[in-house]
């Protein structure tokens, strides 16, 4: 082994110490050798992703500073995550620069790195003004996947059709600045179905897949199996119902069991949002572990949640405007 300078070791220890809000060993793995998380197609782009992708709009919030981000998004990479979420509009940009902040070092060449554009009314002009401005704060030559975010209304389609933005983004993808295009949304399988339908050839499509989906409106059962079929790369989110509903509190059913149900559902991935190094860490032990619900595993559960599937504090994504970001808000007059 190549005796550590000592400018090494001060950069080693400056990374524990800045680390030390969220874990004792800052960024180093903590996991055994050799073991590592699944990984699946993306349906038609052909890369492989792990099971799991880390959401990046929590490493935005106050319980972490720039460098417990940093080493937050660096542990999820050297454990076998590389699938990043990100979107401009998230808490301003602060989310994608911190994720950027992480991916440096040659953590980005290890990760396929997916972001958003969050006001569909956007001129082509200013779509490219956004892509720029992510590709700045993300520190990178290239977006892996740019999605059109929040899909949510029935306005927003003919926004992204009639917009000039698909043109400009295809251009964009030309020019090496994007590889793949799609969408996400959390509120109509029917807009969804939609926007597949639409005429444009999508790459990725991002829906919710958590328990309580499965009892109304339920993108699961009506959007995967088309996204399936027509291999489209299928992107989970909403495993735990999302903030503010207490999907695992309210039904007993575990936080572990709600994201083997979701990873159960055969997409490529799912997203989780995570607000600390314990959850970073049982999820990833949850993935390393990972065996596919069996059918009566996937019926109790389901039983179990149905009591509650009239309760539409489970699902505030779908049935409130409290998960609308803020330029969607003012795209559709919401306050």
């Known amino acids: 082994m190549a005796k550590m300078t000592r400018r090494e070791f001060i950069k080693l220890m400056g990374g524990l110490i800045a680390g030390a809000a969220i874990s004792p060993l800052g960024g ?7 073991e590592t998380i699944p990984e699946k197609t993306l349906g038609k782009t052909g890369a492989r992703v792990s099971i799991i992708g880390l959401g990046g709009f929590n490493i935005s919030l106050q319980d972490f500073t720039d460098a417990s981000a940093a080493d937050f998004v660096k542990f999820a990479v050297d454990n076998g995550i590389n699938f990043m979420d990100n979107a401009r509009a998230y808490n301003d940009g602060l989310a994608e620069r911190r994720m950027g902040l992480g991916l440096k070092g040659g953590y980005r060449e290890k990760v396929f790195l ?3 554009i969050c006001d569909h009314s956007r001129s082509a002009k200013e779509s490219i003004k956004s892509l720029e401005e992510s590709l700045r704060a993300l520190q990178t030559d290239f977006i892996d996947l740019f999605m059109f975010h929040e899909i949510n209304y029935a306005s927003d389609i003919g926004a992204v059709r009639s917009s000039g933005v698909l043109d400009a ?13 799609g969408f996400s949304g959390h ?10 339908n639409c005429g444009f050839d999508w790459d990725a499509v991002m829906l919710p897949l958590g328990i309580m989906d499965y009892h109304k409106d339920s ?7 088309v996204l399936l079929k027509k291999n489209i790369g299928a992107i989970g989110f909403k495993s735990m119902g999302g903030f503010m509903s207490g999907v695992p509190e309210k039904t007993g059913i575990s936080y ?3 994201l083997r149900y979701s990873l159960s559902q055969h997409a490529a991935t799912v997203v989780v949002g995570m607000n600390n190094m314990t959850h970073l860490r049982e999820n990833i032990a949850t993935c390393r572990s990972f065996i596919p619900m069996a059918e009566d595993e996937r019926n109790a559960l389901i039983s179990k949640s149905s009591k509650f599937a009239n309760d539409p504090g489970m699902e505030r994504y779908k049935n409130t405007t409290d998960y609308d970001n803020a330029a969607g808000k003012k795209l559709h007059g919401i306050k």
């Open 28 to 34: 180093l793995p903590l996991f055994a050798a050799g």
């Open 114 to 116: 997916m972001t958003k």
């Open 169 to 181: 983004l295809l251009k964009a993808c030309e020019q090496g600045k994007i590889r793949f295009i």
């Open 187 to 196: 509120k109509s399988p029917k807009l969804h179905l939609e926007m597949i």
């Open 219 to 225: 993108f699961t059962r009506t959007v995967l199996p």
């Open 256 to 258: 572990k069991d709600c």
